[in-house]
C-alpha cells in the first residue's frame, strides 16, 4: 500500500490564487492545482493508495470550519489531518472526538501559526495529544515562503520530545528543511518520526542516505508536499534509492504510515 502522509488541498475558489502567490512571490511552483479533484487525479497517475491531507488556520475562530471543510472533502482514500491553534485550547476529550469523526492526526505549522513548538502554552495539547495518541505532524525547519525565525527547529523539536516522550511526533521535511546538520546531531535515533516531504530529492545525496541509515527505518514516511512536488516523481525516486531493501521501502512508502494512522 503506498500512503502519502503529507498533502495540500485548498477551496475550489481559493486554489487559483493561493498556488499563484507561492509561485510567483515566493517562488514555490506547483505541480497539480491544488484541490481535491486535482488530489485524486495525481493519486491515480502515481498509484498512491491514500493521502493524507491538512490545512492550517491561522485564525483561532476559524477552527470548526476548516475542521469540517477538511471532513467534507474525506473520502475512502482521502483521510483528514485535523487543525488547531495555540490560542484555542484543546482538551483530550476534544482530540478523542476529533479520531471518531475520522480525522487521523493533527497539522501544526509553527511558523505559519506563530508559535515556537516549545512554547509552554502548547503544553497542554501536547499532553492531550499524548494521551490519546492522537498523531502530530510539525512543519519543520525553513519555510520557503516566510522570513526567520524558524519556529520548529530540531533543538526545539526534542526539547518538546524530552518533555512528552510518548508523543507520536512526525516531523516533517526530514526533521527540518536547511537544519540537516542539527536534525542529525539531536533527532536521528530517537522516537520521533520523520517525513520525507518536500526535501526527498533535494536534499544532499549523501546526507540522506545518512539519514536513511541513522534513524529507524519504520519512523521514515512518505511524504510529497503535493501540490509543491508530484507524487508520482518523488514515489519513483525512493523506490530507485540502492541502498533501502525492498522491505524498507515498501515499509516507507506507505507500510509505517498505515500504522500509525490505524
Known amino acids: 500500500m503506498l500512503i502519502d502522509l503529507h498533502t495540500h488541498i485548498f477551496p475550489d475558489d481559493k486554489a487559483p490564487s493561493i498556488l499563484h502567490d507561492m509561485s ?5 511552483p ?29 485564525r483561532k475562530d476559524n ?37 471518531a469523526q475520522g480525522f487521523r492526526g493533527v497539522k ?18 501536547y499532553e492531550a495529544a499524548q494521551a490519546v495518541q492522537m498523531p502530530v505532524l510539525f512543519h519543520a525547519g525553513l519555510d520557503r515562503g516566510l522570513p526567520p525565525p524558524v519556529h520548529a527547529t530540531p533543538r526545539r523539536l526534542l526539547k518538546v520530545h524530552r518533555a512528552f516522550p510518548g ?27 520523520i517525513d520525507t516531504a ?17 534513524h529507524p527505518i519504520d519512523r521514515i514516511l512518505f ?3 503535493s501540490p509543491f512536488t508530484d507524487q508520482a516523481v518523488e514515489l519513483a525516486f525512493l523506490f530507485d534509492l540502492p541502498y533501502l531493501t525492498p522491505a524498507e521501502k515498501e515499509k516507507v512508502a506507505g507500510e509505517n504510515t ?4 490505524a
Open 24 to 28: 510567483v512571490r515566493k517562488g514555490i
Open 30 to 58: 506547483h505541480f497539480i492545482d491544488g484541490t481535491l479533484d486535482g488530489l485524486i487525479g495525481a493519486m491515480q497517475t502515481s498509484s498512491v493508495d491514500i493521502s493524507l491531507i491538512s490545512r492550517i488556520t491561522t
Open 63 to 99: 477552527v470548526a470550519s476548516v475542521n469540517q471543510w477538511l471532513l467534507d472533502c474525506t473520502r475512502p482514500n482521502v483521510l483528514p489531518m485535523a487543525t488547531v491553534h495555540p490560542d484555542l485550547p484543546v482538551a483530550s476529550s476534544d482530540l478523542a472526538a476529533m479520531r
Open 108 to 125: 501544526l505549522h509553527p511558523d505559519y501559526q506563530g508559535f515556537f513548538v516549545d512554547d509552554p502554552r502548547m503544553y497542554p495539547f
Open 167 to 193: 508523543l507520536l511526533m512526525i516531523a516533517a521535511h526530514m526533521g527540518g528543511e536547511d537544519n540537516y546538520e542539527e536534525t542529525e546531531a539531536l533527532l536521528l535515533g530517537r522516537e520521533i518520526f
Open 198 to 214: 518536500f526535501v526527498l530529492r533535494i536534499m544532499p545525496p549523501a546526507t540522506l542516505k545518512r539519514f536513511f541509515r541513522k
Open 223 to 225: 511524504g510529497s508536499d
Open 258 to 261: 498505515a500504522a500509525l494512522i
